[in-house]
């Protein structure tokens, strides 16, 4: 659908991008599309509404193929359809991937390897535990967690990036690619949106934003944090371009019972929902899969281990960590480019 909502939209899926607010091109009449005006569409996929926005020449061309590239996407990695290559995968636990999934998992294995099993692309055994898939949800108790764990330890995998064969060498064990999957779709349509000419773009998946270029007045895009709390009180703003800029919550999927949280973002350790003290976590990358990987893996490791992470690996990634209790860090790299903040912030230095 190509749609004029955009400003609306954004603010709807909590995040949004102030430099995307203007009246878009009424592609579907066949307006030519100047260039300071948005070509925009909106879909739902990946269990949650997308919207991209592209300027002047090949903007619209870039819009169709990349309402394509999600679909094709969307079919290849979804869990929750029967045909998909990971579900056919987990289905028969081994097959052969085609290049984007077996990029995907040739990323997820590596993130995972560096953040010391703390991102870890096995988790649908224990997010099917939960419920998180069926929205059936209840509460696994620790033994059953525990065995569980049997099944989503990464040396079990026997993967070739190259051919993208993978086979699973213990029983039950299963791919969920939803930690990582929106942050190499977002990168790959940039990729797409400059193939097609197109300068000055964004998408928003679900929050998860990625900008290509400046606005088209030349100025830096500004993306609006979500506050966890829900309110209308965005965290801040990050003025940025060429970058993705990737959030994972506890609030962004979560049930109650008896009166306790359940959140969907697993700490593999345990098998339970990471409990390590921050509440979010955005992660500031030129590449949208790494910083898909780390929100989710940081999110897990607590601020602590993440300010040691962050330390060793300041060359690729910038951070903003929302602490349970409302203390709100940033990164050295991008402190002077997060404004309008809602708390005061403390500035994480190099090591
Ligand atoms: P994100 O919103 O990017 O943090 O991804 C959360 C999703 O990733 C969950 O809904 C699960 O599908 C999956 N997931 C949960 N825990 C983990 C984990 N520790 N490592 C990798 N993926 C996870
Ligand atoms: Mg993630």
Redesign the pocket.
Known sequence: MISKKVSVLCCLIGLFCCGCSQTAADVSQGLTTAADEPVTATIFAMDTYMTLTAYGKGAQEAIEQGQTCIETLDAMLSTGLDTSEVSRVNQNGSGILSEDAANILTRALEISAETDG????L?YPI?EAWG?PTQNYRVPDEKELDALLERIDTSQVAFDAQSGAVIFLREGMEM?L??IAKGYTSTKLMDLFASCGVTSGMVSLGGNVQVLGCKPDGTNWRIALQNPDGSDNYLGVLETSDMAVIT?GGY??YFEQDGVTYH?????STGFPADSGLCSVTIVSADGTLA?GL???L??MGLEKSIAFWQTHSENFDAIFLTDDDQLYVTAGIAEDFVDAYYDVTVIEEG
């Open positions: 703390a991102f870890n692309p988790m997010m998180f969920d939803g930690g994972s962004e999927r969907h973002i697993i700490d593999p898909d929100s989710t893996a999110f897990v």
